[in-house]
């Protein structure tokens, strides 16, 4: 009998919610995160709105300076190596691990291995950098290198909770955190692991999301309730955000000796490159396409046995037109019409953190039995036509449910989960 | 809300150093100007602990300035070599002085890094 990786716990710090609770109210009720935000103190930029992570402050580098929710723990050992959504993660894990029936000591011993992401944090190895310039290299915070790059969660994560098996960090920018979970289900499969810890998070600061402006690639509409509609005409790029999702995944005969409730079984997951572009989707989506593909094929199932699709479209003119033109190869032309929509239109765009923290939505469309409507989307842009967009949350009870993430260079993820019922489709 | 010492205590401290220890106690920043003021020891040992106080990993279950001099900084207080480095680095900055790695290590106690900061800060004065 193959091992079946499957989903226990959740955590959430995001824009629409900092528990499970709130994150399904948003998803149902369709309330975004978004408020007015001053990049820089700069009221002349056109970037006006941001995913806001409400509860936290991280007004200056300095950790003494930092605020967060009374109801986390965060250590001051910890906290003098985390970047702020380093702090984010330990809030996220906390809730994962209770909600999986879980101590901080289960982690350790080596069954369980530890999969991350996120982009670092720009935020302090820029201000770590200035202070080292400043003194001409003479002077530097000691942890201001395990703090700021890019593998600072797992760094962290690993030696706060003595992890001893499997720890990496994945770095494919916005379809980071979706390999770290495609990852994950493959060490769980191949017996290598019992469980995994997967972590998805960024900063929300001004340096993490304000050099995409650099791109073109951020909105400019200053309403926070249209800035980021996916599919829609006038979308016109995305909104950024920042936050922590963390998921426990285990070997299903794990979770059921233990007692732990299956929220939603990991039933495949696929990968393919566009070679096409740096920065700029492919545009009919050919990777992306070929990974959904990949992905129902690791699955086995087929495009009309999907019922829901969260897609990654991020609100992009480019970006959007690709995934709905992947979305009609891979559904419409095989004569299937999943629901789709991208709550990116709640949330923003988490870049390194979406891949995870969609997967979790899906987790929850599935164990709450509801479909996340299409937010903000007033006229569908025609190339969507044929997809079903949902304009507000359905109380449907999906059985299986496509993630789909992209990332710079053409990199797209995708991941099938599935009701915890084995006979709904052949493993 | 810690309340800045008095104007007239702040007379030899240049105002960087006065932010650096913006976050530490009120009477912990008075002691640091009286120490600048006169030379005062005493006053500067007691802003030594309330720099090891600010960098220890785990909080002491007892006030670091009830603790034997014999304690221990790595075995009984918890610290680990980067945040002996961070309580180095912070003290270099405010007190001027220069701690070399080979130094730093034969510091161990309380007593011990009470006794090397005093002759450091002697060293800078008389040179």
């Not at chain 1, 201000?127 to 290299?137: V, Y």
């Not at chain 1, 979305?327 to 239109?345: E, V, Y």
């Not at chain 2, 500067?44 to 002491?60: G, N």
Request: with cysteine.
């Amino acid at each position: 009998m193959p091992r079946l990786p499957v989903i226990t716990g959740l955590g959430f710090i995001t824009s629409i919610g900092n528990d499970r609770a709130s994150v399904v109210r948003s998803l149902r009720e369709l309330q975004h995160g978004f408020e007015p935000y001053v990049f820089w103190d700069n009221p002349d930029l056109a970037v006006k709105v941001a995913g806001t992570v409400k509860g936290f402050a991280f007004p200056t580098p300095s950790w003494r300076d930092w605020r967060w929710p009374d109801q986390f723990a965060v250590d001051r050992e910890l906290v003098r190596g985390l970047a702020p959504h380093g702090v984010y993660a330990i809030c996220a894990v906390q809730q994962a691990l209770a909600e999986a029936g879980l101590n901080p000591a289960d982690l350790a011993g080596g069954d369980t291995g530890l999969f991350c992401a996120s982009a670092g944090s720009p935020f302090l190895l820029g201000h770590f950098l200035d202070q080292m310039r400043a003194t001409r290299g003479e002077r530097g915070n000691p942890m201001g290198i395990v703090s700021s790059i890019a593998g600072t969660l797992n760094f962290n994560l690993a030696a706060h909770y003595k992890i001893s098996g499997a720890v990496c960090g994945f770095v494919s920018a916005c379809a980071s955190s979706s390999h770290a979970l495609g990852y994950a289900m493959d060490e769980i499969r191949l017996g290598r692991q019992q469980r995994m810890l997967v972590v998805g998070a960024e900063d929300m600061t001004t340096e993490s999301i304000l050099p995409f402006a650099t791109l073109r690639a951020l909105s400019n509409n200053p309403d926070p309730a249209i800035a980021s509609r996916p599919f829609d005409r006038l979308r016109d790029g995305f909104v950024g955000t920042g936050g922590a999702v963390a998921l426990i995944v285990e070997d299903a005969a794990l979770a059921r000796s233990r007692g732990a409730r299956i929220q939603a079984e990991l039933v495949g997951w696929g990968q393919a490159g566009d070679g096409h572009s740096v920065a700029a989707s492919h545009p009919e989506g050919a990777g992306l396409r070929e990974a959904m593909r990949r992905t129902l094929a690791d699955a086995r199932v087929a495009p009309s046995a999907i019922h829901y699709v969260n897609a990654h479209a991020t609100s992009t003119p480019a970006g959007d037109r690709s995934e709905a033109l992947a979305l009609q190869a891979l559904f419409t032309s095989n004569g299937a019409k999943p629901r789709i929509s991208s709550t990116k239109a709640l949330t923003g765009h988490g870049l390194s953190l979406a891949g995870a923290m969609e997967a979790a939505f899906c987790t929850l469309a599935i164990d709450e039995k509801f479909i996340p409507g299409a937010a903000h989307l007033g006229e569908a842009d025609e190339v969507c036509a044929g997809l079903d967009l949902p304009r507000t949350s359905l109380d449907e009870a999906p059985s299986l449910v496509l993630n789909n993430s992209s990332g710079f260079g053409g990199s797209n993820v995708c991941h099938v989960l599935g009701r915890p019922r084995n006979s709904i489709y052949p493993i | 809300m810690q309340s800045a010492p008095t104007s007239s205590a702040k007379t030899n401290v240049p105002d960087s150093k006065a932010a650096a220890i913006r976050h530490l106690p009120a009477d912990v920043q008075t002691a640091f100007h009286q120490f600048e003021a006169d030379g005062n020891v005493a006053a500067l040992d007691r802003v030594i602990l309330a720099i090891l106080k600010d960098y220890i990993p785990r909080p002491s279950e007892k006030p670091l300035d009830a603790l034997p001099g014999e304690t221990r900084l790595m075995d009984d207080l918890g610290f680990d070599s980067l945040a002996i480095t961070e309580v180095v680095f912070f003290t270099e900055d405010l007190l001027g002085i220069s701690i070399a790695n080979e130094e730093i290590i034969q510091v161990r106690s309380l007593d011990d890094l009470r006794g090397f900061v005093r002759r450091k800060v002697a060293a800078r004065k008389a040179g």
